[in-house]
């Protein structure tokens, strides 16, 4: 039987202002599967522990992100996570600002000293290309001065507040200051931030990918088991346009023109066609044409076509 291919998501909303969410090419955005991103130190190498932890988070890739998820360790108890109201806004100069703040998370949680708990964050946080903003997770556990086993989070020291202390192809996590007082944006004491200092965790997020459509540059941002996908398709509609002598492929696509199997690849999910042999990929859309597929799937590795040639192929077509 076949299966049901899951459609991608709506684009999002940008809350009140209700303007779609947009990728870097002005198109409307779907989301992609979750990724993470970790610091290089996990809890075995955090050297610190106590109640906070403020830090810049930057997009570094091409395609917007969305935040979903914030990993802790500690003691843990009453978590909160706060990040900067304005889109673009570090955490610089803000940390005995409360009002620049928005509460994104609240949550009770049980002592995790070795092992990461994730924090969902509410609506998550939206990042553009090189934009960056301002996180802060508070615990408020009471720790006893000079114990560390008694913080409510862990934490690592910096060697300066410019370097890298997690990244990925999209996402890098900045250094920033601690914070050792169980009230949250508390500047009481001389004590309270402490720094350079550095986030110990991972921040899972998802990807915004435009909606496909023809074109080489939107293409290229997809997944590269969706690009093997359309190119497989298109190549097995030429190829049973071109061989009448396939019965099987000239009922198949032979009869669809191009632009039909173009809207069809819009309405799919960015893993549509993932761990897909070739006859699963065709049996996603429906198609029999399994003799011309296994004849082109043999040979899509040595038919280096490039998508802007399919493209020209179905303008001339159309």
Not at 176 to 202: C, E, I, K, L, N
Request: glycine share 10%; charged share 15%; hydrophobic share 40%.
């Amino acid at each position: 039987p076949l299966h049901q291919p899951r459609l991608a998501a709506a684009p999002p909303r940008w809350g009140a202002m209700q303007t779609p969410w947009t990728c870097a090419t002005g198109t409307p955005a779907c989301f992609s599967s979750m990724e993470v991103v970790a610091t290089s130190s996990g809890p075995a190498q955090a050297g610190h522990a106590f109640n906070g932890i403020m830090f810049d988070v930057e997009n570094i890739g091409p395609v917007p992100l969305r935040l979903v998820t914030i990993g802790v360790c500690g003691n843990l108890g009453d978590i909160k996570v706060f990040r900067t109201k304005h889109y673009g806004q570090g955490y610089a100069g803000l940390h005995a600002e409360p009002g620049a703040w928005a509460r994104i998370a609240h949550s009770l949680r049980r002592a995790s000293w070795d092992k990461l708990v994730d924090i969902p964050v509410a609506g998550g946080i939206f990042l553009q290309p090189s934009e960056q903003r301002g996180l802060y997770v508070h615990s408020g556990h009471q720790p006893v001065w000079g114990d560390r086993r008694t913080g409510g989070l862990r934490y690592q020291s910096a060697w300066s507040y410019g370097e890298s202390l997690g990244a990925d192809r999209h996402l890098r996590i900045l250094p920033g200051r601690a914070h050792t007082s169980m009230v949250p944006f508390d500047s009481s004491y001389s004590a309270a931030w402490r720094g350079p200092r550095g986030f110990v965790g991972r921040l899972t997020y998802v990807v915004a990918l435009p909606h496909w459509r023809p074109s080489h540059e939107i293409h290229m941002e997809w997944p590269l088991s969706f690009r093997q996908g359309v190119r497989l398709i298109l190549l097995c509609h030429c190829r049973s346009r071109s061989d009448r002598s396939s019965s099987r492929g000239q009922a198949a696509l032979g009869v669809l023109p191009p632009e039909v199997l173009c809207c069809i690849f819009t309405f799919l999910a960015h893993d549509a066609f993932q761990g897909r042999d070739s006859a699963g990929v065709l049996s996603l859309l429906g198609l029999t044409v399994l003799g011309a597929a296994d004849h082109v799937f043999k040979n899509v590795r040595r038919v280096a076509l490039p998508l802007k040639d399919i493209v020209g192929y179905i303008q001339e077509e159309q």
